[in-house]
């Protein structure tokens, strides 16, 4: 596998870790703990699967969602040229996957099934799953879910085929939380 690329300041949410957010006593504490420490990045396809699977909103659910409004909106391209440009600060960003990271995820996500033979249940997920990682790897992100088994699948199906994307950070929304934790 190539070397591992991962920015450390850049923190990827995946689906799992936008479900468990408001789930937390000190929700919105907890955001703001992270979105002042790491360029937060919530893909949209996160976005979509997080709406897709609450049959009924709580309100601390509807109220992310009002907080999620206030986020910069971009591409992975002009986030990653921003960031470059030492433009992008700490703060919360919604990132949409460009055309060939839809493409490279669907490519991925086909040759694994052909692999390993698999049938079509949970295709959905697992196709987000792999766009979530491919934006992740477009911005050298850290992937921070508590799930992380599917996405360290995910890196070694692509290894395995060939898109040598490198090993990348996985973390758990704990683990990010431990210091927000031991001062609230």
Not at 31 to 43: A, E, H, N, Q, W
Not at 113 to 119: M, T
Not at 143 to 169: L, Q, S, V, Y
């Amino acid at each position: 596998m190539s070397p591992n690329k991962s920015r450390k300041d850049i923190l990827v949410l995946d689906t799992n870790a936008l479900i468990n957010i408001p789930k937390k006593k000190l929700w919105r504490e907890s955001l703001d703990f992270i979105s002042t420490r790491y360029k937060t990045v919530i893909p949209t396809p996160a976005l979509y699967e997080f709406q897709l699977g609450i049959k009924s909103f709580t309100q601390q659910e509807v109220e992310l969602a009002e907080a999620l409004k206030a986020a910069q909106k971009l591409d992975c391209i002009n986030f990653i040229m921003a960031y470059e440009n030492d433009i992008i600060k700490n703060g919360l960003y919604i990132l949409n996957p460009s055309h060939s990271k839809w493409l490279t995820a669907t490519n991925r996500m086909v040759k694994n099934i052909d692999l390993r033979n698999l049938n079509s249940k949970g295709i959905k997920k697992r196709h987000m799953d792999h766009i979530i990682y491919s934006t992740a790897r477009n911005v050298f992100g850290t992937i921070c879910t508590d799930d992380a088994k599917d996405f360290r699948k995910i890196a070694g199906i692509a290894d395995d085929i060939g898109w040598h994307d490198g090993a990348m950070d996985v973390v758990s929304l704990s683990d990010i939380l431990v210091d927000f934790d031991d001062h609230y």
